[in-house]
């Protein structure tokens, strides 16, 4: 079983930049896709990028392509997401996902471990 520790996150405004970080560990993480999704309230959870574990292959949603960059380091055993020029519709409480498999998905329901999710608050 694999287990998912998210740091990062906080508030900025519009135009900044933050960074993302999810620690995995577990005897089989490169078993695993990791993606991160966001939240808001009332709203399902939403997926935002994906990377299979050795960064060979990276995934993103339209409203981040650009903007938003997902990487993991091996070594670390850590993924991250880079988002810059953030904006007030970013807000929201970001999670990252662990699937099993090197295929990610852009659905939550497919994802077996969640971090315990960080807020990220873009000011206009």
């Known amino acids: 079983q694999v287990q998912l520790v998210q740091s990062g996150g906080g508030l900025v405004q519009a135009g900044g930049s933050l960074r993302l970080s999810c620690a995995a560990s577990?005897?089989?993480?490169?078993?695993?896709?990791i993606a991160w999704f966001r939240q808001v309230p009332g709203a399902e959870r939403e997926y935002v990028a994906a990377?299979?574990?050795?960064?060979?292959?990276?995934d993103y949603a339209d409203s981040v392509k650009g903007r938003f960059t997902v990487s993991g380091d091996n070594a670390k055993n850590t993924v991250y997401l880079q988002m810059n020029k953030l904006e007030p519709e970013d807000t929201a409480v970001y999670y990252c996902g662990a699937k099993w498999g090197s295929v990610p998905a852009p659905w939550a329901h497919e994802y077996d471990t969640w971090g315990q999710g960080t807020q990220v608050t873009v000011a206009s």
């Open positions: 990377v299979t574990w050795g960064g060979e292959g990276t």
């Open positions: 577990g005897r089989t993480i490169k078993s695993y896709a």
